[in-house]
């Protein structure tokens, strides 16, 4: 009974494990596509702001190329109009470039913390495993343990019931014995008693 007990638990366990790592899985599948559409969403806005900033910046370069072909101006003011409009092109790009970046930073610190939320629920998950492994563990310990002492149990009150036996057949063997040794010196008496008969 307490085996059939054991085993139901064993199963009811099992069960419920099993129930668990479906309910895990699935929610674990619905995570990892959620992260999936996050990143691509995170992507696609950062190719957004590249683009936006890419047709600003040659916007820009051939608002210059247009302004500069228009301007009459000869030797160095040229050359500092050129470079004044260059450092303007270069000023867009390093905010493009900075923007960027920090967009960059952005979503790379969500996903830290992202990636540092499912570790330690992980590490939850795991020590949760580990304790139902150590319960079951035990419990399997327990029965084992039962079925020992009862086997031992059973061992033991078989040595006491076979010793008794032996001894109640050793008893026996040694009446049998007194028994027949008494059969036999009637059996000579008589075989005695017969020969002097005989030669009387």
Same mark, same amino acid.
């Given at each position: 009974m307490q085996e059939r007990v054991g085993t139901i638990q064993q199963l009811k366990e099992a069960l419920r494990e099993e129930e668990k790592q479906e309910s895990s899985e699935k929610s674990d599948h619905l995570?990892?596509?959620?992260?999936?559409?996050?990143?691509?969403?995170?992507?696609?806005?950062?190719?957004?702001?590249?683009?936006?900033?890419? %047709? #600003?910046?040659?916007?820009?370069?051939e608002k210059m190329e247009r302004e500069l072909g228009q301007e009459k101006t000869e030797g160095p003011e040229r050359e500092l109009l050129v470079l004044g409009r260059e450092r303007q092109v270069l000023i867009l790009q390093m905010e493009a470039l900075h923007t960027e970046a920090s967009e960059a930073e952005r979503d790379l610190e969500t996903q830290y913390h992202r990636h540092q939320h499912e570790l330690h629920s992980l590490r939850e998950e795991s020590l949760q495993v580990f304790r139902v492994f150590r319960q079951v563990s035990e419990e399997q310990r %327990? #029965?084992?343990?039962?079925?020992?002492?009862?086997?031992?149990?059973?061992?033991?009150?078989?040595?006491?019931y076979l010793s008794s036996q032996n001894q109640q057949l050793q008893a026996d063997n040694k009446q049998l014995r007194k028994a027949l040794a008494?059969?036999?010196?009637?059996?000579?008496?008589?075989?005695?008693?017969?020969?002097?008969r005989v030669s009387q």
């Open positions: 995570e990892q596509d959620w992260y999936q559409a996050e990143y691509n969403r995170a992507q696609e806005r950062r190719r957004k702001i590249k683009e936006d900033h890419g %047709r #600003v910046i040659q916007e820009e370069v %327990r #029965v084992s343990e039962g079925r020992y002492r009862t086997l031992l149990l059973e061992a033991i009150q078989d040595a006491v008494e059969l036999k010196d009637i059996l000579c008496v008589q075989g005695d008693l017969k020969g002097q």
